[in-house]
């Protein structure tokens, strides 16, 4: 004999069904969760192993555990120093993992809509990668093996430690490589903080972080507006991201540039 159940107790059954149908899909995607995190782990683990057979090692250990008086670490400079290559040349630097998503996407919109690869989307452990490991030539496989590396670097170093060899290795004109010795040829200054020789100011700070993107386009010496537009820019980027107050920005701006004699002598004879 059937025994036909009350509507009541047809509902309470749905119910319980439904009940019970919930743990099982959160079980799911907890688990599916978990199985993307472990496999996005592997994935930049990887990234980072393929990476570093692109890396020479000995002339990495000689960048990371210098000797020469021109290698400034970054807690020896002014905070204006360092700021200053950031808000230019890589915002996000202290909270990307070596490269910067919304900066990639960026540039490929960018360059989709141009039709054109004007667009950069390097990383300042992209450029250390670059400058210590690979050519400038603007290929697919250059930007590949330099973003493997950047990641490479980013799971070896510290970002201060990133940020102290970048510094220290990169072109700014001239023939002059490294923060301290590129103070000391346009301004006969030194980047260190109470160091032997006059520090760089917050204008001539801007002034040498303008120089990377092109230092001989926005060398002071041979294009001093092009150099001065270019050290506004800076000095706006840092105000927008608050290294620095509207008035410091202003008060800088006021600021002459004073090149030391002898590197506008050397620039006319070469």
Known sequence: MHILSSPAARSNTRREGKARKKPSLLKWMSRAILSLIVLLAAVWALIGYIGEQWMDQKKLAAFAQPSAQTYIPTNEMPDYVWQAFIAIEDHRFPYHPGVDPIAIGRSIWVDL???????????????????????HDKTMERKLKETAIAIRLEQEYSKQELLTMYLNTIYFGHGTYGIEKAADFYFGKTVRENGQKH?????????????????????PVKHLEKAKQRQALVLKRMADLGFITEAEKEDALKKAIVLQPSTRAYVNAS
């Open 113 to 135: 809509s141009t039709d054109s690869k004007a667009q950069g989307a390097s990383t300042i452990t992209m450029q250390l990668a670059r400058n210590l490991f690979l050519s």
């Open 199 to 219: 520090t760089i100011t917050l204008s001539e700070a801007a002034l040498l972080a303008s120089l990377p993107k092109a230092p001989e386009s926005y060398s």
